[in-house]
T-cell receptor
């Protein structure tokens, strides 16, 4: 699986949009970009995934650059409960493992 | 949505004893289950992959005789930490996936905090 690079930490004010970047310059054509988050002392939670088109669901939006070498996860209106470690993972679909990097610790403050 | 139940959430055991952790897929049949370990302030590290009815595949450096994995049914996998020592204290997390859901990644359990004293 391709490697990803994320900033170690980010801060965001409650109610504002949180934009979490991820670099994946060695992504292969058949690899998707997945985002998970892990709230302290819990298991990771799936957020969203995409191949090349931008994606949106009830939790977040995923913006993938045209060359697919980077992406941004957007939490449109961050709340205190969004404080967590966010992991960007590139992975081929089907049967393949999820390899976690160090992620970004997002701290949402009042 | 898919739900994975993991028990116990916390366990404290004495050094030298064995501990069993259960991972159940509640509303789907899990073709594959994964076991991860997470030390404080570190990321999740994959320990092993198990497929129903087959022997688990362990990652390099993970002792298969120490971390026994059983995936006897499509809804249950167990991880047994044998002869536990303080250095085995960690957060253990399982995840499960069904073939029909693989494109969406996998569903994770809530984790088990193991403390060996």
């Amino acid at each position: 699986d391709a490697k990803t690079t994320q900033p170690p930490s980010m801060d965001c004010a409650e109610g504002r949009a949180a934009n979490l970047p991820c670099n994946h310059s060695t992504i292969s054509g058949n690899e998707y970009v997945y985002w998970y988050r892990q709230i302290h002392s819990q298991g990771p939670q799936y957020i969203i995934h995409g191949l090349k088109n931008n994606e949106t669901n009830e939790m977040a939006s995923l913006i993938i650059t045209e060359d697919r070498k980077s992406s941004t996860l957007i939490l449109p209106h961050a709340t205190l409960r969004d404080t967590a470690v966010y992991y960007c993972i590139v992975r081929a679909t089907g049967y393949s493992t999820l390899t976690f990097g160090k992620g970004t610790m997002l701290l949402v403050s009042p | 949505g898919a739900v994975v139940s993991q028990h116990p959430s916390r366990v404290i055991c004495k050094s030298g004893t064995s501990v069993k952790i259960e991972c159940r897929s509640l509303d789907f049949q899990a073709t594959t289950m994964f076991w991860y370990r997470q030390f404080p302030k570190q990321s999740l590290m994959l320990m092993a992959t198990s497929n129903e009815g087959s022997k688990a595949t362990y990652e390099q450096g993970v002792e298969k005789d120490k971390f026994l994995i059983n995936h006897a049914s499509l809804t249950l996998s167990t991880l047994t930490v044998t002869s536990a020592h303080p250095e085995d204290s960690s957060f253990y997390i399982c995840s499960a996936g069904a073939e029909t859901q693989w494109d969406y990644g996998y569903t994770f359990g809530s984790g088990t905090r193991l403390t060996v004293v």
